[in-house]
């Protein structure tokens, strides 16, 4: 039977092949806002239906939450897939090549599988919980070419750190803090993702849901980095959160962001 890791390599797989050709031709897929001002089009309910199709056929007991499509339960309730069908609408309505497909499997609660790729770029990112992370290209309609991820070494200051944003507008009162101590890199994939390859030692993401962190966090700690919200919560959740190639680092950016916190409050 297919497993869990090989389900969801395929489901991200059909969700790109029904988003690329919407990002081939920006000029007429139309754009609506979210009640929270965020871009939603076709595309992103056109793909989030395509990989839940997959996954619904392949284990239709498990529940699915998506973020286009809400959640749907399962007579399993202790399995749950999670979905963002392009992650970094912005990103993609722009025609910028950066944006994701995210998907992970939530088993008792813990993250046990997550899968994040760049299709528009044939990038993807994987992990399973105990079994480390990866990254490989997509030819042809496969994932190829398992490359080993793993966080790069160094000191655990901030200072000289080298460090990403995403999305950097979003929220400047935690970028800028960190950006006085070190300026924020350009990225060309996700620099949570960039962390676990070694070529990051720091990234925040200013906002999002679950579905935002759910693959990425994963794979992130099973390359040997360290994960958490703002408010140290090491499961992936709504609000900002940090990518970080190792624990100290991580409680080092978090005291920083603290302290620039209470100095605005006393201001």
């Known amino acids: 039977m297919e497993t869990d890791l090989q389900l969801a390599h395929r489901a991200v797989l059909t969700g790109a092949a029904v988003a690329l050709p919407h990002f081939s031709a920006l000029a007429d897929l139309p754009r609506e806002l979210k009640a929270d001002g965020s871009v939603v089009?076709?595309?992103d309910r056109a793909t989030e239906t395509a990989i839940r199709d997959v996954l619904t056929a392949?284990?239709?007991h498990d529940a699915i939450l998506g973020e286009e499509h809400g959640a749907s339960s399962g007579p399993d309730t202790?399995?749950?897939?999670i979905i963002d069908p392009i992650d970094g609408t912005a990103?993609?309505?722009a025609g910028d090549d950066r944006w994701l497909i995210l998907t992970a499997l939530e088993e008792d609660?813990?993250?046990v599988v997550g899968v994040a790729a760049h299709p528009a770029q044939g990038s993807v990112f994987w992990a399973v919980r105990g079994g480390g992370a990866f990254e490989g290209r997509i030819v042809g309609g496969r994932v190829v070419a398992a490359t080993p991820l793993r966080v790069s070494d160094g000191p655990d200051g901030l200072e000289g750190a080298r460090f990403g944003a995403v999305p950097e507008t979003w929220a400047p009162n935690l970028v800028d803090p960190i950006?006085?101590?070190t300026p924020p890199l350009p990225w060309p994939v996700h620099p949570g993702l960039l962390v676990a390859r070694g070529d990051l030692d720091l990234?925040?993401?200013t906002g999002g849901q679950i579905w935002?962190?759910?693959a990425t966090s994963l794979i992130l700690t099973e390359a040997g980095g360290s994960f958490s919200g703002l408010s140290g919560r090491t499961s992936p959740g709504p609000g900002a959160s940090l990518y970080a190639r190792s624990d100290a680092l991580r409680m080092a950016t978090l005291e920083l962001l603290a302290d620039a916190r209470h100095a605005a409050s006393r201001a």
């Open 41 to 43: 089009t076709a595309a």
């Open 58 to 60: 392949a284990r239709p």
């Open 78 to 81: 202790s399995r749950r897939w």
């Open 91 to 93: 990103l993609f309505v």
């Open 109 to 111: 609660g813990e993250i």
């Open 179 to 181: 950006g006085e101590v």
């Open 203 to 205: 990234a925040i993401q």
């Open 212 to 214: 935002d962190f759910a």
